[in-house]
């Protein structure tokens, strides 16, 4: 497996990077050799510490997780550690049975009134990411892999940037775009 370590607003002491390789050789029993995987390290202002993680494991599936802690590296590398470690395993497990199973169910989301008026909202953050042709049942399994409630893709049939959602009754949505 090979490893790239980057930090920024802070330094990588040999401490950090041998623990990172310390807890990554557990995984390499999941991994082959050539599998690269990502370790991003940032400070932010209030002193909170980021780690994500990124691996990609073929030529439609992405591994990711994040984790931060509160002015402590360590709990933070070893938290999204252990959620790639989860990660790593569950997608391991679905490929070596080919498992084209139902997403299981989701309890629904609570909104809470707060009572207050709404505020205009505004764009805080911006993502750049890979979009791969692949089938709607691939989509369903990369967005569960990743955690997320959405997931846009390039849809092999159509040939068209489509994206599936989780709603609210725990089904899949697919929004498909008009000629």
Do not use: C
């Amino acid at each position: 497996m090979k490893l790239t370590i980057q930090a920024r607003n802070m330094s990588v002491s040999p401490a950090i990077t041998q623990r990172i390789e310390k807890k990554t050789e557990t995984m390499g029993k999941y991994l082959w050799p050539e599998t690269e995987m990502q370790v991003r390290m940032r400070k932010e202002k209030n002193d909170r510490r980021v780690v994500e993680i990124t691996v990609p494991m073929g030529k439609n599936v992405i591994l990711r997780s994040e984790s931060s802690a509160d002015d402590n590296l360590f709990l933070a590398i070893d938290k999204a550690l252990a959620k790639m470690e989860r990660q790593i395993r569950k997608h391991r497990t679905k490929l070596g049975k080919n498992l084209r199973e139902e997403i299981p169910d989701v309890p629904e989301y609570i909104e809470e009134d707060s009572g207050e008026e709404e505020k205009e909202r505004k764009v805080v953050k911006q993502k750049t990411f890979p979009v791969r042709p692949m089938s709607v049942e691939d989509a369903a399994i990369e967005m569960e892999l990743l955690g997320h409630n959405f997931f846009a893709f390039v849809n092999i049939d159509t040939d068209r940037t489509n994206v599936l959602y989780l709603r609210k009754d725990g089904d899949l949505g697919l929004l498909e775009p008009e000629a």
